[in-house]
């Protein structure tokens, strides 16, 4: 808005619309989902806000970023319901989804990193002699074809499993993963982008930008989280009453 708010001051839908080029059915709709703690309404029903709502506002719109509009929401309703502890649990929720994420990346670009490259020749293999390679048994490596980890063809003549050298490598990075700690329905879409960027060394610039967007959601709440300790701050308003905040 380009000016410093005082406590009480009454603003119109507009003046917080403008500030973050929204419409001003934005700002209502905002009101309406309980983003923004309820207005006074004039003699004729109009709205009037105040700085608490326009702090509330900036809160929400720098805690989307990083947490989502649905869980940025939610934050913004525990808070404006006095339920300060709720959304403290909730905005815990999301940096341990980050803290998740990271450890997936981490884990994928270990066991990438450890993968042999895929021999040029044939290196086809049975269930037998792959099943003694990775130390796992034969009844594991059929579990993980169930699952959509591999996909061996069959001999024609006797009808048994053959593994290409790309199934080799699908199935040294799904036991690597699995090793992890990682299950196998987390484990079938990261070996989909193996196979669908026709192997590991295409999917460096993959890891890249993911690690990218980890880190740029990580600042992302790290905005959020001073917006909102600023809506925080201003615990008491004319608009809203006293929010309850948490004891020790």
Request: no cysteine; charged share 25%; proline share 5%.
């Amino acid at each position: 808005m380009g000016r410093n708010l005082r406590t009480g001051e009454r603003l119109r839908p507009v003046d917080l619309a403008r500030e973050h080029g929204l419409s001003t059915q934005a700002v209502r709709n905002y009101e309406a989902d309980g983003i923004l703690p309820a207005a006074e309404r004039g003699p004729q029903g109009y709205r009037t806000y105040t700085s608490s709502h326009a702090r509330a506002l900036r809160a929400f719109l720098a805690l989307v970023p990083g947490h989502g509009h649905a869980t940025a929401a939610s934050i913004m309703g525990a808070v404006n319901q006095g339920a300060v502890e709720e959304a403290l649990r909730l905005v815990d929720e999301s940096h341990a989804q980050l803290l998740e994420d990271r450890r997936t990346l981490q884990a994928v670009t270990a066991a990438l990193r450890d993968l042999e490259p895929v021999p040029q020749e044939r290196g086809e293999m049975f269930v037998g002699p792959l099943s003694r390679k990775l130390g796992v048994r034969p009844a594991t490596l059929r579990k993980w074809e169930h699952a959509g980890l591999l996909r061996p063809e069959r001999d024609p003549r006797t009808g048994y499993r053959v593994y290409s050298a790309a199934d080799v490598r699908d199935a040294k990075l799904a036991h690597q993963l699995r090793r992890g700690g990682y299950l196998l329905e987390r484990i079938a879409p990261l070996i989909e982008q193996v196979r669908s960027a026709g192997g590991v060394v295409p999917l460096e610039s993959t890891l890249r930008d993911w690690h990218s967007r980890l880190s740029a959601r990580g600042r992302a709440m790290l905005s959020g989280a001073a917006a909102l300790d600023a809506y925080l701050g201003s615990a008491t308003d004319d608009t809203f009453g006293t929010m309850t905040l948490p004891r020790n």
